[in-house]
Structure formats: C-alpha cells, structure tokens
C-alpha cells in the first residue's frame, strides 16, 4: 500500500525517472566522447610516430645526398636525433637491378648510386620505422693521367696490308681495326688476329684470314674468316662459302646492326692536357739542332723519369727522324709535322719499367676528319724498325701511315689511313689513349688528362619501401 507523505505530489516519482534517464544519457554521452578522445589521441601518435619515421628516413637520404654532391662518399650515414641509418650501394649498370654495397672504388665505373634509409620515430619503436630508397646518376673519379681506350687499330680511310704482315690485336668487346670511310684488304699471307669493321668500304682479303668475326657495309671478297662475316655480299660459290667462313654469314642491308666505329677525334697540341697520373703536368722541351730524336735529344729533354712533351713543331718544318737506338727513361710525347723512321731504329726503354711513346702530327681543323696540311707529311718507317716489349706506342695522325720491310710494334695507331702495311711486318695491341678523349665513343672532355673528381647526378626514384 502506497503512503502518501505531505507535501509531495504524485509527479514527483515520475520527474524522477526522468532525471535518472537524463543522467544515463550523459553518462553514456561522456563515455563515448571520452572513448572517442583517446582514440583520437591514439590515431594522432600514430600519425605523428609515422610521420616521424617517414621525414628521419628522407633526412637520411638527404644526409647521404649531401655527403656526395660534396665528392665524399661513405658507405653508409647515420645520426640519432632525427634518428637514420642510410646504406650506400652502386651499380655498372643504368637499367639492371645488380647493385653492389658500399661507395665504388677508384677506377670502377659506376653509373648509379644507390641510398637506402631506415628512420625511426621518437618513441624508437620497431613498428614505427619506415625504409626508403633513392636511386641517382652518377659519373665516377677519373684518376689523372691519360686513359687507355679505343681500338687497337683506327684507320679512317682504309687500309692494304701485305706480305706477312702478322696482327696480334685480338682485343675483348670491341673490333680492334676499324675503319670508319674505306676498305680493307691484304693479301700474301696476312693474319689479323681480331675482329676488323668495316662501316663504310669493302673487305678484300682473299690472300689473308681474319680470326675473328667480320662486318663490312661493301663486298666481301675471301680469304678466310674464322668467325661470323657479315656484308652485302660474298664473292664466292656456295661451296667456297660454306669453307670459308667459320661461322654464320649475314647479308648486310641499310639497319643491320653492326659495330659502331666512332667518329675522327680531332687532336691539337695542347701540352697542358697531358698530365701524369701524379697530377704533374708533363715538362715541355725542344728537339735541338738536328730535328733528330736520339740519346742527345732525350738528355737534354730529361725531367728526373717524370713524363715529356718534345716539341718538334716550328724548329723542324721538315719533320723529324731518329737514328740507332732510342732509349727512353720516362714516357715522351713527340710533336711534329712529320715523321720519318728508316734503317735500324729501334725504340726501347733504358731500364726494365714499361714506358709509353707517342708520335703525334697534330690535327689543326676542328671538324670531326683528318685534316693533313699542306706543311705536313705521311708517318714513315721501313727497313727494320722496332718498338722493343717493355715499350708502347702510338701514332696519331691525320696523314697517311706507311710501314714496310720488317718492322715491330707494340701498341695503338691512330691515322687517316694506311697505303702500305707490307713485307714482314708486326703489330701487337696495346692501349694507351689520348688525354681528355674517349677513343671508344669519339668523345671529348675539357682538361685533358687533368682527371675529375666523381659527381652525384639526378635523383632518378625515390619510393617506400616499408611494406615489402
């Protein structure tokens, strides 16, 4: 039984519920704002953990980018506020996904750079880290001194090799004679140990073997090739095809692939590109009276074993010659218009360290082709010359090249071409190269052989790599 107190109505117990209901609407009201807050507050370190570990990472990459857009390369960067470790790996290759770890030592060519970065955030956690990986150009340290490249032989305007002439210039990746505006051919007994291009003549070696591979844009007349041939066309029977050709023949048309040969490179005197691998210009001396290159002429241009430009230019209008044994103690470098080496000259060196030689006839226009001057002459030797095994040597020349009656070489020719390469006659490739000038591609880079510092290219990519 209900009992009525005074004073109270009987709304009094419904106003009641209504505030308890009020109440639990509050409540529920709060514990879902307050659920909602902490998630939220949740989400924002999470955010902020992320974002942390995302700008640790790209500071990291940036730390490393630095680093070697200043020339210094270390293999790996790291710091700890903001919190990064960068990992450093290069590649040979613009297109391949080989990388190998660490900065690329001296004389490798390098062509990518590779940054990977882990970053952390604050709270240093494992789950909030995030990876990320740059890829850059990248042009290696060129070492001072003068590069070898180019191709054992470089004839521009062809070539005629005869009577047992002996080629030992069998080189790796590349055709060692090359002609770029003639034709070869030899005859009596040649062999060219090496692979010979041809992009602009005929081939006619029908008394001579090549052991090697072939191209020629022209004819092909044989002789034998050990290796593939290809040409627009094959003087021979089917049978005599089938027996002279080592491998596999390929008709040449307009887009066959074949070797490239580069274009003439254009070579002046400019004493002040060649430098040493020391970094040391090279000294600069006359010939003396005589326009002669003997024991007399490499005294007086003596510079201590270091290197030695002998310019021979203006004191010698005629040319040089050289008489009887020429020693040399130090690599030489001989300027002139012409030059002319007959009976018994041999080039040695005067102790048992390798030494290099160059003879150069400079070219005087700058315009991609041998250009020989009305005040030069053909490279001339004949009966017996000699470049001794602890010697190399190159001949540059817009001119002619001329070699006859028993002579040895060792090393690289550079020429507008060659009329006669006869009588008993050898040649074994070595590289020497020109300063400043890639003899592979036709290039030329300023400073001569002065070297350049490696440099971080473009960034190519940059992408996440924290989920996989």
């Not at 519920?17 to 639990?24: F, S």
């Not at 940036?62 to 210094?72: D, E, K, V, Y």
């Not at 789950?127 to 470089?154: C, H, K, L, N």
């Not at 005294?299 to 008489?323: E, Q, Y």
Request: charged share 15%.
């Amino acid at each position: 039984m209900l009992v009525k107190r005074d004073g109270a109505s009987a709304e009094d117990g419904s106003a009641l519920m209504a505030v308890i209901g009020v109440m639990g609407v509050m409540i529920v009201i709060t514990l879902t704002l307050t659920a909602a807050t902490l998630n939220a507050l949740d989400f924002t370190e999470s955010t902020r953990a992320s974002v942390q570990s995302v700008a640790a990472a790209e500071s990291g990459v940036s730390a490393a980018q630095l680093s070697l857009t200043q020339g210094i390369c270390r293999s790996s960067y790291s710091r700890s506020s903001p919190q990064f470790t960068a990992e450093v790996a290069y590649s040979l290759s613009s297109t391949d996904n080989v990388w190998v770890a660490g900065c690329p030592a001296a004389g490798v060519a390098a062509v990518r750079l590779r940054v990977e970065s882990t970053g952390s955030s604050l709270t240093g956690s494992a789950s909030d880290r995030t990876r990320v990986e740059a890829i850059f150009e990248y042009e290696s340290a060129v070492p001072p001194g003068v590069q070898p490249s180019g191709a054992a032989m470089y004839l521009y305007g062809g070539v005629v090799f005869m009577n047992n002439a002996d080629l030992l210039v069998a080189e790796s990746g590349r055709a060692a004679i090359q002609v770029k505006n003639g034709n070869v051919s030899c005859s009596n007994n040649t062999v060219i140990e090496g692979d010979v291009v041809v992009s602009a003549g005929s081939l006619n070696i029908g008394g001579c073997s090549i052991e090697g591979n072939a191209w020629a844009t022209g004819a092909a007349t044989l002789g034998a090739v050990t290796g593939n041939l290809t040409a627009a066309s094959v003087n021979l029977t089917a049978a005599q095809r089938a027996s002279r050709i080592g491998g596999v023949y390929t008709r040449y048309t307009v887009g066959t692939p074949i070797p490239t040969v580069p274009p003439w490179v254009d070579l002046d005197y400019t004493p002040s590109d060649w430098i040493d691998a020391s970094g040391v210009p090279y000294k600069v001396a006359s010939i003396g009276a005589g326009c002669t290159i003997d024991a007399t002429t490499l005294s007086a241009a003596a510079n201590g074993g270091r290197p030695v430009i002998i310019n021979a230019l203006a004191a010698c209008p005629s040319g040089v010659t050289a008489a009887g044994t020429v020693r040399l103690s130090s690599d030489v470098v001989i300027f002139a218009d012409k030059f002319t080496f007959v009976n018994n000259v041999h080039f040695q060196s005067s102790s048992t360290s390798r030494h290099k030689v160059w003879f150069i006839t400079p070219d005087r226009v700058a315009d991609h082709l041998p250009t020989c001057g009305a005040s030069q002459g053909d490279f001339l030797m004949k009966n017996s010359f000699t470049v001794a095994p602890t010697l190399d040597a190159m001949t540059y020349t817009p001119c002619r090249f001329n070699a006859m009656n028993n002579f040895e070489w060792r090393g690289q020719l550079y020429a507008n071409g060659a009329n006669d390469f006869k009588n008993n006659t050898r040649f074994e490739s070595a590289p020497l190269g020109l300063p400043g000038i890639d003899l592979d591609t036709g290039t030329v880079t300023g400073g001569g052989s002065a070297g350049a510092v490696s440099r971080l290219g473009n960034m190519t990519s940059m992408r996440d790599l924290s989920d996989g």
